[in-house]
């Protein structure tokens, strides 16, 4: 089990930048591969990015490479989700997810991760 708390949600305009950030609470979380997904009103919940549990790898939704990185601090339990050159489409709940799966390059389907966080809210308005 491992609780997961996002931050870092907030209203911006086009072209801004935000930070997301997700705490877990378990101490194993060098174990977990981790995600973000998000979900826009009337839409099902896609993918967004991961990376693997040393945090050498990574994958990302052709939508959002070269705009966004994901990273991880494994000393402090959190996932990271520099969010760059924001759009109006990218408006939506974003989502922290953990799988004890294992890494593979490529989009992610919501089913292959177990764990979730609440989820955090960004706007982003012309």
């Known amino acids: 089990q491992v609780h997961l708390v996002e931050s870092g949600g907030a209203s911006v305009q086009v072209g801004g930048s935000l930070r997301l950030s997700c705490a877990a609470s378990e101490g194993t979380f060098a174990m977990f591969v981790m995600g973000w997904f998000r979900q826009a009103p009337g839409k099902e919940r896609e993918f967004v990015a991961q990376?693997?549990?040393?945090?050498?790898?990574?994958s990302y939704a052709d939508s959002v490479k070269g705009r966004f990185t994901i990273s991880r601090d494994t000393a402090k339990n959190t996932v990271f989700l520099q969010m760059n050159s924001l759009k109006p489409e990218d408006t939506a709940v974003y989502y922290c997810?953990?799988?004890?799966?294992?890494?593979?390059?490529?989009?992610?389907?919501?089913?292959?991760?177990?764990?979730w966080g609440n989820g955090t809210l960004v706007t982003v308005s012309s």
């Open positions: 990376v693997d549990r040393p945090g050498d790898m990574t």
């Open positions: 997810a953990a799988t004890n799966r294992a890494f593979y390059s490529g989009v992610r389907h919501p089913r292959d991760f177990r764990y």
